[in-house]
């Protein structure tokens, strides 16, 4: 069974921490992502990763940088953790494939900066 | 730009009563795919069900169909026989590209449902 696993499901970070949030994958895939997820702006993307070493920002990288030195693990760092970077993060994972190839998304690290 | 707009911040429904979902798109791509996912309150997200642009037939997956009207650039979601269960939230999602690409989504906003018995 596919599975996405994430280190945290909350997070309690002050202003100024820097902030690792982890994410794993067992199906052997090219593509990893990280989202974030706010009340009427639907998920938004960071950052992505095609490759080990790889990665391209997304629409929001801006604060956020990104890790991946093996092919199953993803980081996402938060250099130095804010009060409007409390959200919800989504890590997802897919297959390089056809035009229908899903994302399987991790259960969400809900990130709270005080 | 690509863009997914979904209108419906919320939405209740009767159980056992179909809904239906609006999603609209924009994109200058000949070739997209459009997909769903639903969010239930535990957080994860689950895929529901697929739509290529060139598929010619809407797409179904039990009690899932997606209602696609490529002309008015619609992707709307359709439950039949809505169950507590679908109370969640619901996300349109679009991949633009040829095969073998990165595989990236656009979403849009989202949807809640609320079903009430």
């Known amino acids: 069974d596919v599975k996405v696993t994430q280190s945290s499901r909350y997070l309690v970070k002050r202003t100024g921490e820097k902030v690792f949030l982890e994410c794993v994958q067992d199906?052997?895939?090219?593509?990893m992502f990280w989202y974030r997820q706010d009340p009427g702006l639907g998920l938004r993307l960071i950052y992505f990763?095609?490759?080990?070493?790889?990665?391209e920002k997304g629409d929001i990288p801006e604060g956020y940088s990104v890790s991946r030195e093996k092919k199953e693990r993803f980081s996402l760092i938060l250099e130095s953790a804010s009060t409007n970077q409390t959200s919800m993060y989504l890590c997802?994972?897919?297959?390089?494939?056809?035009?229908?190839?899903?994302?399987?998304f991790g259960p969400g690290t809900r990130l709270t900066v005080t | 730009a690509q863009k997914i707009t979904q209108t419906q911040p919320g939405m209740f429904v009767q159980e056992k009563e179909a809904v239906t979902l609006d999603c609209t798109y924009d994109t200058s791509d000949q070739s997209y795919g459009l997909f769903w996912y639903k969010q239930p309150s535990s957080g994860e997200m689950i895929f529901l069900i697929y739509q290529g642009s060139y598929d010619e037939q809407n797409a179904t997956e039990g009690r899932y169909s997606l209602n696609f009207q490529k002309a008015r650039k619609s992707a709307n979601l359709v439950i039949s026989a809505s169950q507590l269960g679908d109370s969640a939230m619901y996300f349109c999602?679009?991949?633009?590209?040829?095969?073998?690409?990165?595989?990236?989504?656009?979403f849009g906003a989202g949807t809640r449902l609320a079903v009430h018995p």
């Open positions: 999602a679009m991949r633009e590209g040829l095969a073998g690409g990165y595989n990236k989504l656009i």
């Open positions: 199906m052997d895939h090219e593509n």
């Open positions: 997802a994972s897919s297959p390089t494939g056809d035009r229908g190839t899903e994302q399987y």
């Open positions: 990763s095609y490759d080990v070493k790889m990665k």
